[in-house]
């Protein structure tokens, strides 16, 4: 697979010491330096509060840790570690900004490209950008990279983003789902988009229903002072599961660019119906998990985790059944649930096509089940399509569902980057198509707003689950009562 290197660059981390740009920037840096896409004049800046000792060392344990032993090269290791540099900056205060300008240099290279990743508190955001346009770090070379969540509600990520728009024109601006970075999820364009035979029967007409589940087996993993003023709602379903969303649900655009992608996106936000108070009881449910175990061992419940409060009422568990006003999408129920703690560790897609209108094979010929497309974007990335087939042999017509199935390890036989990989080059690139535009995001919170609106009229706590199961029985309810069931490849075994 070749491999094309980007423009030099600057890379300035922010939140450097950090446990994502430790588990994911940093590593998703070097796998790049290794594959030959990073220039030997680029640069990486990490950014802290305070000083570190011996930053270098850090990191290398950090990839050591992160990055597989096979994959791990000594030279490349140490050309990496030669690139990286600590600058301790204050973004609340002016102290330290000048080493940074020092540290930059000038920038008269008029290929340098530098990017500002902010993998900070949301509330930090503006006040970054606002000291990066005071010290003249902000040209029109600069991009700026915003890790999820934009605020918390909708006048929260408004504010934000004047604040960035302020110092950054919105061309500059990369808001990252890591999700778009996902090479199943790019697939999705490809299947949909550059085969004729999906694109004909993917509306109401075809389609009985659509199923998007994101389970993390994880807990809050240290993460319970913010997880407990986030919930699912607002740290997965907002940004992962409505993006997931769109681009199943979206037009064709009329080419494969930025924003023409983003402007068909912006259409299925818009075309979301509201979840109100009247409606929030039948379509949403709540879980909270309470203790259990995973993979044979006990975990802990949400209540006592660490920096969770006694009485929280925060949400790890999400399930919504939502309708999209279109004329593609009339009548089709979108079922999405997300949640910690689950069963198993799974991200997918399922497409469930309608049964075919009229059965000519006799009784004895066994029972027909509906097609249905199965895209899993992790583990084990996948397409799956079940059809009906008849078994070998005589004795005459026995039908049996089979999986056609394309394997992404097996068929191409070759390492994936990881979705930070992708998109981190892109951002040097400056191609946005796989980033969030500001109206999207808006748009996300204003309808994620009316559920969140809804919940606290209501007052009701979530449903209790216990950790290692599907979630609250309430929410297999959610969908079962529609005559439907949530796919499950373990049970059902295609």
Known sequence: MAVLSVAPFDFVVFGGTGDL??????????MRDRDGQITPDSRIFALSRRPVPDFRRDVE???????????????????FLARLEHVAVDATSDDGWPDLVKALGDGDDPRRVRVHYLATSPDLFGPICEALGRYGLADARTRV??????????????????????????????????????????????????NALFEPLWNASAIDHVQITVAEKLGVEGRGGYYDHAGALRDMVQNHLLQL?????????????????????????????????ESVGHS?????????????QSVRGYL????????????????????????????????LRTGKRLQQKVSEIVIQFRPVPHRIFPADAGPMQANRLVIRLQPDEHIRLLMMTKEPGPGGMRLKAAPLNLSFAETFKQRFPDAYERLLMDVVRGNPTLFMRRDEVEAAWAWSGTILDAWAQADER???????????????????RDGRTWYDETLEGV
């Open 21 to 30: 740009a430790q588990r994911k920037l940093l590593p998703a840096l070097f």
């Open 145 to 194: 990279v915003l890790e999820k969540p934009i605020g918390h509600d909708l006048a929260s990520a408004r504010r934000t983003n004047d604040q960035v728009n302020a110092v950054f024109d919105e061309t500059q601006i990369f808001r990252i789902d890591h999700y778009l970075g996902k090479e199943t999820v790019q697939n999705l364009l490809a299947l949909r988009f550059a």
């Open 462 to 480: 979530p449903r209790p689950y216990i950790a290692g199961t599907w979630g609250p029985s309430q929410a297999i309810a959610l969908i079962e």
């Open 245 to 277: 969303l769109c681009l199943v649900a979206m037009e064709p655009p009329r080419v494969l660019d930025n924003e023409a992608v983003r402007d068909e996106k912006i259409k299925v936000l818009r075309a979301l119906a509201p979840i109100t108070r």
């Open 304 to 335: 006592d985790e660490q920096s969770v409060g006694e009485q929280s009422q925060t949400e790890t568990f999400v399930a919504l059944k939502l309708e999209l006003k279109n004329w593609r999408w009339a009548g089709v129920p979108f079922y």
């Open 284 to 296: 949403t449910v709540r879980g909270q998990y309470r203790a259990g175990a995973i993979d044979g």
């Open 61 to 79: 344990h950090a990839l050591r840790e992160h990055v597989s032993e096979a994959e791990l090269d000594a030279g490349v290791l140490a050309r």
